[in-house]
């Protein structure tokens, strides 16, 4: 549950990025900023349609999908595909990718538990944003 620049494989990969990976980069980055939850997807991910089904239950609210196999404007025009690049600023491979209050959060069995978590005021302060989404309240646009 880290912001992207407080990533120790962001900031190892950052080092020997390729610089055509540098605007695919911004352009991720860019999304997780925009909205308190963002799901990276495919347009065929049945697991990807649970988490979002879970997360509305949650908090009674929508998480931005970002398809990966589809991209949005911010991430079309990069001569780096996004998966790659999202695959190594968070060392997960697989979708959904989920970020809650600009925080990586993993995929579906990530954000079961943290929510369980979340119920049983297991999450430490510093997540309390987390929290706060999943459970129907707000999240922080901090920054990352």
């Known amino acids: 549950?880290?912001?992207?620049?407080?990533?120790?494989?962001?900031?190892?990969?950052l080092v020997g990025m390729p610089p055509s990976a540098?605007?695919?980069v911004g352009g991720i980055r860019t999304l997780?900023?925009?909205d308190p939850c963002v799901m990276f997807s495919t347009t065929w991910c049945q697991q990807c349609a649970k988490t979002q089904e879970f997360i509305e239950q949650q908090s009674g609210r929508q998480c931005?999908?970002?398809?990966?196999?589809?991209?949005?404007p911010e991430l079309q025009q990069q001569s780096t595909p996004a998966a790659p690049v999202l695959a190594?600023?968070?060392?997960?491979n697989t979708v959904p990718n989920l970020f809650i209050a600009r925080?990586?959060?993993?995929g579906y069995a990530e954000v079961v538990r943290l929510a369980e978590q979340c119920r049983t005021g297991a999450?430490?302060?510093?997540?309390g944003d987390i929290c706060a989404y999943?459970?129907?309240?707000?999240a922080s646009k901090a920054s990352a």
């Open 1 to 13: 549950m880290a912001r992207l620049s407080e990533s120790d494989s962001f900031r190892k990969w």
């Open 22 to 24: 540098q605007e695919t």
């Open 32 to 34: 997780i900023a925009s």
């Open 64 to 72: 931005r999908k970002v398809e990966l196999d589809k991209p949005p």
């Open 88 to 92: 190594a600023l968070t060392g997960q």
């Open 103 to 106: 925080k990586h959060i993993g």
């Open 123 to 127: 999450v430490t302060p510093e997540h």
């Open 134 to 138: 999943l459970m129907g309240g707000g």
